[in-house]
T-cell receptor, first 114, second 111 residues
Framework: EPEVTQTPSHQVTQMGQEVILRCVPI?????FYWYRQILGQKVEFLVS????????KSEIFDDQFSVERPDGSNFTLKIRSTKLEDSAMYFC????????????FGQGTRLTVV | EDQVTQSPEALRLQEGESSSLNCSYT??????LFWYRQDPGKGPEFLFT???AGEEKEKERLKATLTKKESFLHITAPKPEDSATYLC????????????FGAGTRLFVKA
């Protein structure tokens, strides 16, 4: 069964360092997303990406965040200068052709900023 | 503003004790209501999509129903392996079709 794959599963980084979280969405999907979940809190939307550009971004997704789809398969989230409060689980998701279909989520990357 | 509210926050059941989880939503033009299961440290796992009031979907011990204002996830004769957080979500009708999640109901099923 097709699945969304995320790497690494766990990343520890020093405050101020740059991190890149990687995702391989389901192959025929067209909509791509990043979400984050701080421990014990809701899953929160960060950004959506369609047709090689950002469709929507939340208030959380400020200038330190960027997304890229460098080739036909990978979808990355870059955090330029990490802060302690960026520590969270980051989930990638993808969705098929129609706008109202369900999104499928990866298993997440646990980011710990020390 | 689009909102999803789930209740109860936590639910403890004995094995075999059936119950229901509630999800109420406020969204300008429903484009699908979704139920996910989330195990600790894992990503949300898709369970059901409901599109219109009156619709029902079933999978093993779970049945999801939808009205104009809320959805229920009924759990019949639960087993310990059903213990997880159950998330309700809707799609925002804005351009990116982002998924808006509720805070979830943590279900504990004791043998």
């Amino acid at each position: 069964e097709p699945e969304v794959t995320q790497t690494p599963s766990h990343q520890v980084t020093q405050m101020g360092q740059e991190v890149i979280l990687r995702c391989v969405p389901i192959s025929n999907h067209l909509y791509f997303y990043w979400y984050r979940q701080i421990l014990g809190q809701k899953v929160e939307f960060l950004v959506s990406f369609y047709n090689n550009e950002i469709s929507e971004k939340s208030e959380i997704f400020d200038d330190q965040f960027s997304v890229e789809r460098p080739d036909g398969s990978n979808f990355t989230l870059k955090i330029r200068s990490t802060k302690l409060e960026d520590s969270a689980m980051y989930f990638c998701a993808s969705r098929g052709v129609r706008g109202n279909t369900e999104a499928f989520f990866g298993q997440g990357t646990r980011l710990t900023v020390v | 503003e689009d909102q999803v509210t789930q209740s109860p926050e936590a639910l403890r059941l004995q094995e075999g004790e059936s119950s229901s989880l509630n999800c109420s939503y406020t969204v300008s033009g429903l484009r699908g209501l979704f139920w996910y299961r989330q195990d600790p440290g894992k990503g949300p796992e898709f369970l059901f999509t409901l599109y219109s009031a009156g619709e029902e979907k079933e999978k093993e011990r779970l049945k999801a129903t939808l009205t104009k204002k809320e959805s229920f996830l009924h759990i019949t004769a639960p087993k310990p392996e059903d213990s997880a957080t159950y998330l309700c979500a809707v799609h925002s009708p804005t351009g990116g079709f982002k998924t808006i999640f509720g805070a979830g109901t943590r279900l504990f099923v004791k043998a």
